[in-house]
């Protein structure tokens, strides 16, 4: 024990050197990264401070319920897909081998972990065991620091039903298979670092063998005493045994910890230093670069020597180009994939030409791709809109008509249901003929049987997704000089206003006959409002059409209509108590009135003020939301952050513009927290705002320019942006109210 606290007491001494240094030093962006921000979810799932190279496939967190949650379960070798599973389960042990080891769960100290991008350690109290991890990109390391105790084992399990198997093999080597969810075989080959007696648990107890194969497996290494560290290299593959094995030789059997560490926290130190800010809190600057780093999470690539496994066809392909998974578009095509289109536009391409890959697999472009399939969820087709965005920001490296064939497809001959994949229903028909989804009356029985038992039609949120997606399907078809498609969908683009009720000022469901359901659109529609919206209610869902905002703007009777709704929405009371509100709409969280900052459809409804005549209530709501909501602490994220959707809307706000509607090549203008921002872009020019006096109190716009010259208008294109322009802002305390008013 005395060692032990003389090994913790020299690692803080290390830590307060290092401290020291980069205050003497000019500072990293990494040092204001702080994986534990947003790591206690308000209502839903916390932000997990997870640990990879940026965009790679291995990925760790420690498994427990939240940062609140003292214990840790267990240490997983790979997060295959974020939010949706982990794969081999591993744990020290300092006590006599028994079956409950592997329900022991491990307490730990908050102020003794260390979470980074690019490595982990954590200090168990009750083993004393310490625990370091770091990440390559289809390999790890763990490290194990053990008390001078008699018994010390290294615990071995799986996490998902299916068949599974662990192997001791000569030469420390550790082998596994485990089945993720339901059919996709991970491959492990690993190597600890010193030799031990292996065995395997078989009805409840310790028995002497090399392998297990069968569901639930469960094995163990047990060390001498006199061994005081062990460390487990291991690999991951989705593609066989063999390239498990091929990964483990290229990445980490000749690398040491400290080596694989520094080559993770290089990469970090790469992406992070693109974008350089200047003044801002300090508070402000741990908020932004934590969020640019939760932007790296996904996608992953899952190339392995020039080939890969996908779910898509259930076969290990060829492919000279990288191939990515793990993405959820109805969340990351508002900012996410734009960012990227600023900051990777390579790495875009690539991962649009494996949407591409996916639909000449299977037959359709995913909603969700990941590793095992397209995960049906939500709604939409939103990777059109994906698609149509990067082709007019300039990225033309992936199969441009390929995936116009797939986007086609999906619009004309897949179901629209939520949380369904495969073909049209009579549901689709209907919304093909007369422009909108139809819904049923409160209390009416289901009639089509493809409909998911709990995330019902969302008659509203579809017709209004799929508005969206069809506008873009039908720029594309223009851009690319497909007249005859053009119309259809021009239409199609349109079919929102078939759900405009006059009398409520919203968008309302109506049923198969046409006929209004005059529900009450802030609360009915069963839980998250799915019988008609999703997630959310009418109230967010009045906004959902960022394709046309001026027609939306003519439903509302005109800009100074809009602005008032607007205004009203920040304002409008829930009618009811907190609690009864949120034990239906648990997603709606971050509320200012109706406005719900932690849930998606909302990000782009407080730049609307830059359509009206007040585009200084942008730069007030932006400011105030930022600061509320994205705190630096546990609490930071306001709602399910989705791997990069939700924190791309902090780092585009904080920076001072955004993407109001991904498929116009456009950005609009808010009230950026820095004074200095520089992006270094792929194309070897940099992009610059400045925002001269700008601070917490000085955060309205009173003059812009644009390389130089004035500009009248909230907007600027991505052309200029990639040209390396220079936005410069002047700031003042109070709004310049005829600023920008020419819109």
Request: proline share 5%; charged share 25%.
């Amino acid at each position: 024990m005395k060692k032990q606290l003389r090994s913790i007491f020299f690692f803080g001494c290390m830590l307060c050197m290092a401290c020291n240094a980069t205050n003497s030093a000019e500072q990293s962006n990494l040092d204001y990264v702080d994986p534990t921000i947003g790591s206690v979810g308000r209502l839903l799932e916390p932000t997990r401070p997870t640990v990879q190279v940026p965009n790679q496939m291995v990925r760790f967190t420690p498994q427990r319920k939240d940062f609140l949650d003292d214990q840790i379960s267990s240490f997983p070798l790979n997060v295959v897909s974020h939010r949706l599973g982990q794969v081999f389960s591993v744990k020290p042990a300092v006590q006599p081998l028994s079956a409950e080891l592997w329900r022991t769960k491990m307490t730990w100290d908050h102020d003794l972990e260390v979470n980074r991008p690019w490595r982990y350690s954590t200090y168990l109290i009750d083993q004393e065991v310490t625990v370091d991890f770091t990440a390559g990109k289809k390999t790890g390391i763990l490290r194990f620091r053990f008390p001078e105790v008699p018994h010390k084992s290294i615990l071995l399990d799986v996490y998902n039903p299916g068949a599974a198997r662990w192997e001791f093999q000569e030469g420390n080597v550790l082998t596994g298979m485990e089945t993720w969810q339901g059919d996709v075989k991970v491959y492990l080959y690993g190597m600890f670092s010193a030799a031990g007696e292996h065995g395997v648990l078989e009805n409840g107890q310790p028995v002497s063998r090399a392998a297990v194969s069968g569901e639930g497996v469960k094995a163990y290494v047990t060390f001498p005493a006199s061994v005081q560290e062990v460390v487990l290299k291991y690999a991951i593959s989705y593609v066989s045994p063999e390239q498990a094995r091929k990964n483990f030789e290229a990445e980490v059997r000749d690398r040491s910890f400290d080596e694989l560490a520094e080559e993770g926290r290089k990469a970090w130190e790469k992406v992070m230093s693109q974008i350089q800010v200047e003044g801002g809190t300090e508070a402000q600057r741990r908020s932004f670069y934590t969020s640019l780093y939760r932007c790296y999470e996904r996608m992953v690539d899952v190339t392995e020597d020039g080939q890969y496994y996908s779910g898509y066809n259930k076969k290990v392909n060829r492919d000279e180009r990288p191939f990515y998974v793990d993405d959820w578009s109805w969340d990351s095509y508002l900012a996410h994939h734009p960012l990227r289109m600023i900051l990777d536009p390579a790495a875009e391409e690539d991962m649009l030409q494996s949407y591409v890959r996916m639909y000449e697999q299977s037959g359709w472009v995913p909603t969700f791709p990941v590793l095992f399939g397209d995960h049906a969820c939500m709604n939409g087709f939103h990777s059109s809109i994906v698609f149509l965005d990067a082709y007019r920001k300039g990225l033309r490296n992936f199969d441009v008509q390929k995936a116009y064939e797939g986007m086609y497809r999906n619009a004309t001959a897949a179901t629209m249901l939520p949380w369904r994949n495969g073909d049209k229903t009579p549901l689709d028909d209907h919304y093909y003929e007369h422009g909108y989804f139809p819904a049923l009356h409160p209390g009416e029985k289901e009639t089509e049987s493809k409909v998911h038992h709990f995330e019902k039609r969302q008659a509203v949120a579809v017709t209004l997704g799929n508005s969206y997606d069809d506008w873009a399907l039908g720029q594309f078809a223009k851009d690319l000089g497909k007249n005859e498609d053009t119309a259809l969908f021009a239409a199609r683009g349109r079919n929102y206003r078939h759900l405009w009720n006059e009398e409520k000022q919203l968008f309302m469901p109506k049923d198969k006959q046409g006929n209004w359901i005059m529900i009450d659109p802030k609360f009915d529609g069963g839980m998250g409002g799915r019988d008609y919206y999703d997630e959310n209610n009418g109230y967010t869902y009045m906004w959902q059409v960022q394709q046309d905002i001026p027609g939306l703007m003519a439903l509302m009777g005109g800009k100074k209509a809009f602005e008032e709704k607007l205004d009203q929405l920040f304002r409008e009371g829930l009618d009811r108590s907190k609690y009864e509100f949120w034990s239906k709409f648990p997603d709606a969280t971050g509320l200012v009135g109706q406005f719900s900052m932690g849930n998606e459809p909302s990000f782009h409804i407080p730049y609307l003020y830059n359509f009206t005549a007040s585009p200084w209530k942008t730069q007030k709501r932006t400011r105030f939301l930022l600061e509320t909501w994205f705190a630096d602490n546990i609490f930071g994220i306001p709602g399910d952050e989705d791997g990069g959707g939700m924190t791309a809307f902090v780092v585009f706000t904080s920076m001072g513009f955004y993407p109001v509607t991904p498929g116009l090549p456009v950005y609009t203008i808010t009230s950026p927290v820095f004074s200095k921002v520089s992006i270094r872009l792929p194309n070897g020019k940099t992009f610059r705002i400045t925002a001269n006096n700008c601070s917490s109190v000085n955060k309205y716009i009173q003059q812009a320019k644009f390389n130089g010259k004035t500009l009248n208008t909230p907007w600027f294109t991505h052309d200029q942006l990639t040209a390396g322009g220079h936005l410069e802002l002047e700031m003042g305390p109070m709004p310049n109210k005829a600023l920008f008013t020419n819109t």
